[in-house]
């Protein structure tokens, strides 16, 4: 875990990986309710958005991901262009 | 020493050390007061959760760890969950 | 991506690479906005000054880069003091 | 550079190099003001304490180091206690 990021709100926790996995942790309960797949290498950079609505993560793999809430479902569209950006 | 922390109330500074040691430092007068073991690669990520009450830890072993103030003694159940995650 | 930067207002999101550029991202359209070139070596310090008006980027080529919004174009003579200090 | 820190009142950034030196720097002028030395391997955290009357930067060679304002002279007593602890 190289790097850790709180949602506003602070019920969430967001640790990115070298194992290029991102991690949300629900910190009432103490648990990890979701792994975030898709970088293809360490996680390096992790930030919600200010007003909550969006996790954002970067890589080594030279791409960043968004993550909008509640799902955390990656955007396809936001992917591509992230992809398109080194 | 990669990574420095704040408690929200500004009297307590966490550091995390490629040792894999977190030590806890009063500010006020400038001494070390605890030295938090537990992760088994160095300590790259280091926050106080918003309301101050735990100090998280991620480390380049993959886990993180959660240690609540103000014994921050590490919770053993999500030492656990940690583990399983990485 | 090593590091990411929000805007004070939100509105721009900063990344910083290995490859040493740093992009500039638009959060509303989810687009990249601009690459800024000049660096020679990975971005791993990113910030926008608490007043919004500039964008500093730190690089293991040992130097501080200034970009003043709103275009973001370098500062010649930030730039070259940047490359004195070390 | 691996690291930026702004001082609670916006008017100061230090920044911390792989060369082990802390750079301060006035942003009004765009001038470096003062290259801190001490440590003995790169800076990778660095952070003004809250209330903006001391700079601690981490370093690889395992230490921290406060650097009291306005002349930022490093405390000699803190210098041995950080360097005790690792």
Known sequence: ????????DGKLLASGSVDATVKL??????QEVAT???????IFALS????GHTLISGSRDKTIRL???????E????EKAARVAR
Not at 1 to 8: E, R, T
């Open 36 to 42: 975030l797949r898709g970088h293809r290498d360490g």
């Open 25 to 30: 942790w629900n910190l009432a309960i103490r």
């Open 1 to 8: 875990v190289n790097i850790l990021a709180f949602s506003p």
């Open 48 to 51: 919600f958005t200010p007003d």
């Open 75 to 78: 955007i396809e569209a936001a």
């Open 67 to 73: 993550w909008p809430a509640p799902t955390f479902e």
